[in-house]
């Protein structure tokens, strides 16, 4: 904010919230992008998992292959389902650019208004929803036009037969990148380590939190109010 890190009560709302999950055993205390994660998705973990919290593509590229299986009835493959989930969340995101000095520009202009405005079923986003980028059979997507997703198909095997588009044309609404810096993926990072460190008991609340401005202050270029 102002070139100065907030911390937002939410996000301190967030290390209550963890350090009771783990308390309560609710979780099987796994790390993303970790075997014991991927594990989870199979059902092979210590418990059994409710759900996962992540975005539109954790299903297709992340719990779909690591599921155990690639039909109904192997693994987990078909017991999920998608919806709103209680916070929306926005990360990141899908960039385009061109060169100003193109001495194509018109073309540039028509194949940037191909990708990001045609709502046709022959614009990049329609295929790209519906998988037939590359022909029939192809990964179905979530795209960014509303528009194209309530005139797709989003039913998926992987989903029990669920049309994912009729949760994720509404949570559209969530996507505002006006917070958005060049810090963010770091700063995240690095918050939820002192959240691991303070929920496994390794820290102190304030000690987390301390620690936390104190990384922050070290290695970004961003004003912390150490006191």
């Given at each position: 904010m102002d070139g100065k890190l907030n911390i937002d009560p939410k996000r301190e709302a967030f290390l209550d919230l963890?350090?009771?999950?783990?308390?309560?055993n609710y979780h099987n205390d796994t790390q993303d992008w970790?075997?014991?994660?991927?594990?989870?998705?199979?059902?092979?973990?210590?418990?059994?998992?409710?759900?996962?919290?992540?975005?539109?593509?954790?299903?297709?590229?992340t719990m779909a292959p690591n599921c155990g299986g690639s039909a109904v009835g192997e693994g987990t493959y078909g017991d999920w389902a998608?919806?709103?989930?209680?916070?929306?969340?926005?990360?990141?995101?899908?960039?385009?650019?061109?060169?100003?000095?193109?001495?194509?520009?018109?073309?540039?202009?028509e194949i940037i208004r191909w990708i990001t405005l045609d709502c046709s079923e022959t614009g990049l986003q329609y295929m790209w929803a519906?998988?037939?980028?590359?022909?029939?059979?192809?990964?179905?997507?979530?795209?960014?036009?509303?528009?194209?997703?309530?005139m797709s198909?989003?039913?998926?095997?992987?989903?029990?037969?669920?049309?994912?588009?009729?949760?994720?044309?509404p949570a559209n609404q969530y996507a505002n990148g006006k917070c958005l810096t060049q810090y963010d993926e770091t700063i995240n990072t690095k918050w939820r380590d002192q959240v691991r460190?303070?929920?496994?008991?390794?820290?102190?609340?304030?000690?987390?939190?301390k620690d936390f401005k104190q990384d922050v202050a070290d290695n970004l270029d961003v004003t912390v109010d150490l006191g």
């Open positions: 963890s350090k009771q999950l783990k308390d309560n970790q075997d014991a994660w991927f594990a989870d998705m199979k059902g092979e973990g210590e418990k059994g998992i409710f759900g996962f919290f992540g975005p539109a593509w954790l299903i297709n590229y998608v919806c709103a989930p209680p916070v929306g969340f926005f990360w990141g995101g899908t960039w385009l650019m061109a060169s100003n000095s193109s001495a194509n520009k018109e073309a540039v202009g519906n998988g037939t980028l590359n022909g029939e059979g192809g990964t179905k997507d979530c795209v960014a036009s509303g528009t194209v997703m309530e198909d989003g039913s998926l095997d992987f989903l029990g037969g669920q049309n994912m588009f009729e949760a994720f044309v460190q303070y929920t496994s008991g390794t820290k102190t609340r304030d000690q987390a939190i």
